[in-house]
Antibody, heavy 119, light 110 residues
Framework: QVQLVESGGGVVQPGRSLRLSCAASGFTFSGCSMHWVRQAPGKGLQWVAFISYDGSNKYYADSVKGRFTISRDNSKSTLYLQMNSLRAEDTAVYYC????????????WGQGTLVTVSS | QSALTQPASVSGSPGQSITISCTGTSSDVGGYNYVSWYQQHPGKAPKVMIYDVSNRPSGVSNRFSGSKSGNTASLTISGLQAEDEADYYCSSYTSSSTWVFGGGTKLTVL
């Protein structure tokens, strides 16, 4: 069965960096586009970033552009989110989510990892 | 990248039907048939309920249906059940090759 397991969250000071990982299993990872979606405490979902199945296309929300970098290692079936220059407003649960091939919905989600940006 | 507009809350009694609206622009909801809806229970990850405006994934009850008119998409839940109580989010692909979510709607089953 499809599984997405995020890791790497924690408490970090403003201005510092953190890298999240999402380990995928149960499907052909190299055939699916992937996303990061976040949810601040008590708030709604916010789309963060997209990467195509082969890593050739990447798109970002304006709020993270220039600070966050999405990447993937298809040989390890793992998705990453490098987060630099973190701000208090980046505090959220970060989910990785899958796009089924050539589709536009998020059909599987991980359980999320909490990132807290605080001094 | 403004969020899509959803009502903050809706409510209904068991057995009734409710509809949640999701309003965007011609650059997202109105421009593509790539609207999806997600159900999220407290402390859980979201679950897709509707994709491509009106399609139900395998395993999702046929009490859930979706539609779109112009820049507004809608999710209708018929025959409300206690387990339907959750937060619901719409999402759309956009002309900037990005995605956008609605602000979310809290459904209360009275």
């Amino acid at each position: 069965q499809v599984q997405l397991v995020e890791s790497g969250g924690g408490v970090v000071q403003p201005g510092r960096s953190l890298r999240l990982s999402c380990a995928a299993s149960g499907f052909t990872f190299s055939g699916c586009s992937m996303h990061w979606v976040r949810q601040a405490p008590g708030k709604g979902l916010q789309w963060v970033a997209f990467i195509s199945y082969d890593g050739s296309n990447k798109y970002y929300a304006d709020s993270v552009k220039g600070r966050f970098t999405i990447s993937r290692d298809n040989s390890k079936s793992t998705l990453y989110l490098q987060m630099n220059s973190l701000r208090a407003e980046d505090t959220a649960v970060y989910y990785c989510a899958r796009n089924p091939n050539t589709k536009f919905e998020f059909d599987y989600w991980g359980q999320g990892t909490l990132v807290t940006v605080s001094s | 990248q403004s969020a899509l507009t959803q009502p903050a809350s809706v409510s209904g009694s068991p057995g009734q039907s409710i509809t949640i609206s999701c309003t965007g622009t011609s650059s997202d909801v109105g421009g593509y048939n790539y609207v999806s809806w997600y159900q999220q229970h407290p402390g859980k990850a979201p679950k897709v309920m509707i994709y491509d405006v009106s399609n139900r994934p395998s395993g999702v009850s046929n009490r859930f249906s979706g539609s779109k008119s112009g820049n507004t998409a809608s999710l209708t839940i018929s025959g409300l059940q206690a387990e339907d109580e959750a937060d619901y989010y719409c999402s759309s692909y956009t002309s900037s090759s990005t995605w956008v979510f609605g602000g979310g709607t809290k459904l209360t089953v009275l």
